[in-house]
């Protein structure tokens, strides 16, 4: 299999300092991948930045100039947690603009599927305003290129990492041709994402919200992929499949309260992979979001990575939670979100 790396060491230079998001993380995940040796079956991907026309695809054009006017003036908050630097409108061009490359590779042929190693991240990021640690919505923006530069008709995000990405899911709220599915902690920030938000008007049904109870591990994530995932993909033949790969349902992640491990992460990407393989010829464009604990981000993105690549050995020096809770019941969610989107 041919998979794809889009990285670059202008990620490094939105600089968070001792922010959770913060380029450590890009430093821990590369190391591994290059310690590992897995780096050197990668296909490089080298980002372009992403110009004023496609940002404006999602954002509005006062958002842009706010994120350039705070890194010119050497940073600052944007809001209660999301930090700029000097570096970081650069940086955000970069990243979105990684995703598109990514895109291009996928479509073109050049790779089967592609991992986007990028920061700042963005499912957070709304029309108007950064929020959540991301300043541009870069899966938004790839799905929007790949159906007007591509001519792709239906994309599907899917969402695993624990917050719910509300700025994408707003970004399609309306539109039938892009179905977002998020797995998220709940209630948690952004505090939206219940199964009762189904998208409206002509995209009525085509988001899919699976709420969580904290506590969630790889057995209830395997169940909600392959139980809810799965039967929507296929109802929405979907031709290419974005998935905004959050690393912090890890039980190890110092701000939310899953239970899920590296092999988890191994399980979902899988199943997303087989769904991509039946469905779409297994285009996949797999881009970071979140994901706090440096080891099991690292380890997360070489398992996803591991999984592309069609290898089957899974690294995973983690192992499961280490205090391991009884996992809450999802029976009663699954079974709303069933009701609510007309599933058998
Ligand atoms: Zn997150």
């Known amino acids: 299999m041919k998979v794809g790396l889009v990285h670059d060491p202008v990620y490094l230079e939105h600089d968070t300092g001792s922010h959770p998001e913060n380029k450590q993380r890009l430093v821990a995940a590369t190391t591994l991948l290059e310690t590992s040796g897995l780096m050197g079956r990668l296909i490089s991907l080298p980002p372009r930045m992403v110009t004023a026309e496609e940002l404006l695809t999602i954002h509005a054009q006062e958002h842009i100039e706010q994120v350039e006017s705070y890194s010119q003036r050497g940073g600052g908050w944007l809001d209660g947690d999301t930090v700029a630097s000097p570096g970081s409108y650069k940086a955000a061009l970069y990243a979105a603009g990684g995703l598109l490359r990514g895109v291009d590779a996928v479509l073109n042929g050049e790779v089967n599927s592609a991992f986007a190693l990028v920061r700042p991240p963005g499912h957070h990021a709304t029309h108007n305003r950064a929020m959540g640690f991301c300043l541009f919505n870069n899966i938004a923006i790839a799905a929007r290129y790949a159906q007007q530069q591509h001519g792709i008709e239906r994309i599907l995000i899917v969402d695993p990492d624990v917050h719910h990405g509300n ?22 920030y952004p505090g939206t994402g219940a199964v009762d938000e189904t998208g409206s008007g002509a995209g009525l049904g085509t988001t899919v919200n699976v709420p969580l109870p904290a506590g969630c591990g790889d057995s209830e994530y395997r169940q909600v992929y392959e139980e809810i995932l799965a039967p929507v993909a296929r109802r929405f033949q979907p031709q290419l499949i974005l998935v905004s790969a959050g690393y912090d349902p890890h039980w190890a992640d110092q701000i939310a309260m899953m239970q899920v491990s590296v092999s988890g992460f191994a399980d979902i990407i899988t199943i997303i992979k087989e769904l991509a393989n039946e469905l779409c010829d297994g285009r996949v464009l797999v881009t970071l979001e979140g994901g706090y604990n440096l080891e099991a981000v690292a380890y997360g993105i070489k398992a996803t990575l591991d999984v592309l690549m069609g290898n089957s050995k899974i690294e995973d020096p983690l192992g499961g939670p280490r205090y391991s809770r009884q996992a809450p019941p999802v029976d009663t969610v699954l079974d709303r979100v069933r009701k609510a989107h007309q599933l058998g």
């Open 167 to 188: 700025g994408t899911q707003g970004s399609f709220y309306d539109d039938p041709t892009v179905l977002y599915f998020s797995t998220h902690q709940y209630p948690f």
